[in-house]
């Protein structure tokens, strides 16, 4: 059972390129969660735990290039390592979609990106989908849609 | 420092001007700011504050800034990073940046010093307020073994733009990578600047890729400026370029096409040829759309 709290994706210098939150909370406490994890999860060194605890949770979070995947987990729900493991799948389905996935391609197209999100993670923050197959068919059949809507309003 | 800066004030608006003393005759407009207060009275500080954060200048410049005695490391980083001829000018006009999604024009602008505290402590002065507000973004070449510049960033960080990248590039052969990523670790994280050490020789092929697949040497610069923000500056998407491209065929050829489409799906009878069929129109439609 996996139950997130929120995913931030962070750049190396601190700028925020995708927020998703998976519980009910203020623009102040979202403000807050925000400001304080991102320069404390920049200022750890590489061989530091990938684990920290903060607020009333944990805070799991992995490094990718120049991107930092920060995800809160409910302590005794969420398994840690399991919460690796998701932010990994979420950036391998990223990698197979865009093709080498690069920060320039997530700030171009973050609608693509908060799909596949949506697709792995329902909005209670509970993994939806862990193929990643599957995961890039439903994306991939939305693009189609998307194209042949396009197509019908040329035709209309 | 070579590039100094002049106000003209004309009516709401100032525009402000470099000169660079070493050639005199060159007048590079760098800017229209609007006045924050409407001029009344004197011209008094309070009245003439200039408001830098609206959103009214293009921040379209980037300086290329050495010692003089690496004047040759920087003529070799502009021709391999931004694939210049000409180096011998202080002020490129119209440099084309491009990338998969966007193309963009800025300036850039080359400089050297003889003595680094002594440029920023000219750069840092009030007078240059304008011209720091316009930089995207500094490159600054340097040694590591001979200075330490990192010491000088928080004199250079109190001054520049919040939006401003600055990227250190190290041009010492014996500095090691892993020297220069902890520079980048240790690093103040309070800056809300991008701020990067980098580690580039040309003659030494470096690695492509930390530990973490991060890009390194000059592809890493290439990706700080690809991801940079570029506050009010136009960006044209590359879908907008290809579009112009492929708009060869007139728009009354496109709708005869897409009829005679229509009757050609319709008349189909196997629906999965149909299928196929219209999925190969709408790749091709979907270029001109």
């Given at each position: 059972?996996?139950?997130?709290?929120?995913?931030?994706?962070?750049?190396?210098?601190?700028?925020?390129?995708?927020?998703?939150?998976?519980?009910?909370?203020?623009?102040?406490?979202?403000?807050?969660?925000?400001?304080?994890?991102?320069?404390?999860?920049?200022?750890?060194?590489?061989?530091?735990?990938?684990?920290?605890?903060?607020?009333?949770?944990?805070?799991?979070?992995?490094?990718?290039?120049?991107?930092?995947?920060?995800?809160?987990?409910?302590?005794?729900?969420?398994?840690?390592?399991?919460?690796?493991?998701?932010?990994?799948?979420?950036?391998?389905?990223?990698?197979?979609?865009?093709?080498?996935?690069?920060?320039?391609?997530?700030?171009?197209?973050?609608?693509?990106?908060?799909?596949?999100?949506?697709?792995?993670?329902?909005?209670?923050?509970?993994?939806?989908?862990?193929?990643?197959?599957?995961?890039?068919?439903?994306?991939?059949?939305?693009?189609?849609?998307?194209?042949?809507?396009?197509?019908?309003?040329?035709?209309? | 420092m070579c590039v100094n800066v002049y106000?003209?004030?004309?009516?709401?608006?100032?525009?402000?001007y470099s000169i660079c003393e070493n050639r005199g005759e060159k007048r590079e407009v760098l800017?229209?700011?609007?006045?924050?207060?409407?001029?009344?009275?004197?011209?008094?500080?309070?009245?003439?504050?200039?408001?830098?954060?609206?959103?009214?200048?293009?921040?379209?410049k980037?300086l290329?800034?050495?010692?003089?005695?690496?004047?040759?490391?920087?003529?070799?980083?502009?021709?391999?990073?931004?694939?210049?001829?000409t180096t011998s000018v202080s002020i490129i006009k119209?440099?084309?940046?491009?990338?998969?999604?966007?193309?963009?024009?800025?300036d850039l602008y080359i400089d050297s010093?003889?003595?680094?505290?002594?440029?920023?402590?000219?750069?840092?002065?009030?007078?240059?307020?304008?011209l720091?507000?316009?930089?995207?973004?500094?490159?600054?070449?340097?040694?590591?073994?001979?200075?330490?510049?990192?010491?000088?960033?928080?004199?250079?960080?109190?001054?520049?733009?919040?939006?401003?990248?600055?990227?250190?590039?190290?041009?010492?052969?014996?500095?090691?990578?892993?020297?220069?990523?902890?520079?980048?670790?240790?690093?103040?994280?309070?800056?809300?600047?991008?701020?990067?050490?980098?580690?580039?020789?040309?003659?030494?092929?470096?690695?492509?890729?930390?530990?973490?697949?991060?890009?390194?040497?000059?592809?890493?610069?290439?990706?700080?400026?690809?991801?940079?923000?570029?506050?009010?500056?136009?960006?044209?998407?590359?879908?907008?370029?290809?579009?112009?491209?492929?708009?060869?065929?007139?728009?009354?050829?496109?709708?005869?096409?897409?009829?005679?489409?229509?009757?050609?799906?319709?008349?189909?009878?196997?629906?999965?040829?149909?299928?196929?069929?219209?999925?190969?129109?709408?790749?091709?439609?979907?270029?001109?759309?």
């Open positions: 059972m996996t139950q997130l709290k929120y995913l931030i994706l962070v750049s190396r210098q601190g700028k925020i390129r995708l927020k998703k939150w998976y519980t009910a909370m203020s623009a102040s406490e979202k403000a807050k969660i925000v400001k304080d994890l991102t320069p404390t999860i920049l200022a750890r060194k590489p061989k530091m735990c990938n684990i920290i605890e903060y607020s009333d949770h944990k805070v799991v979070y992995k490094r990718y290039a120049s991107l930092f995947f920060i995800v809160g987990v409910t302590s005794d729900v969420d398994n840690e390592l399991l919460t690796l493991e998701v932010i990994h799948r979420f950036v391998e389905t990223m990698d197979t979609y865009f093709g080498n996935v690069c920060e320039l391609d997530i700030i171009f197209n973050f609608n693509k990106v908060y799909d596949i999100l949506n697709e792995m993670i329902m909005c209670d923050g509970s993994i939806a989908e862990s193929s990643r197959k599957e995961v890039l068919h439903h994306v991939t059949v939305m693009d189609t849609m998307e194209s042949n809507d396009n197509l019908e309003r040329v035709l209309s | 106000f003209l004030c004309h009516f709401k608006f100032v525009h402000i800017g229209r700011y609007r006045i924050a207060q409407p001029f009344q009275g004197s011209m008094h500080a309070k009245n003439t504050k200039l408001a830098m954060n609206a959103p009214e200048y293009p921040q379209n980037i290329v800034l050495s010692h003089h005695s690496h004047n040759f490391l920087k003529t070799q980083l502009l021709q391999d990073l931004f694939h210049c001829s119209d440099q084309t940046w491009e990338n998969k999604y966007y193309k963009t024009s800025f010093f003889k003595d680094l505290p002594v440029w920023i402590e000219e750069f840092v002065t009030l007078e240059c307020e304008p720091r507000n316009v930089m995207a973004g500094i490159i600054l070449i340097t040694d590591n073994r001979l200075m330490a510049p990192q010491e000088l960033l928080t004199q250079f960080m109190t001054s520049v733009h919040p939006n401003t990248f600055i990227v250190l590039v190290n041009v010492n052969k014996e500095v090691e990578q892993e020297e220069i990523d902890e520079l980048n670790e240790n690093r103040c994280s309070s800056f809300t600047n991008v701020i990067e050490f980098i580690n580039w020789t040309r003659s030494k092929p470096t690695i492509n890729h930390n530990e973490y697949g991060e890009k390194l040497g000059l592809d890493r610069v290439q990706e700080i400026i690809d991801t940079h923000d570029w506050l009010n500056c136009k960006l044209q998407p590359i879908t907008m370029i290809m579009d112009k491209k492929s708009k060869d065929m007139p728009l009354e050829q496109i709708i005869k096409n897409l009829q005679s489409a229509r009757i050609k799906y319709k008349s189909m009878e196997n629906s999965n040829e149909a299928d196929a069929f219209a999925e190969e129109i709408a790749e091709q439609l979907s270029e001109f759309l």
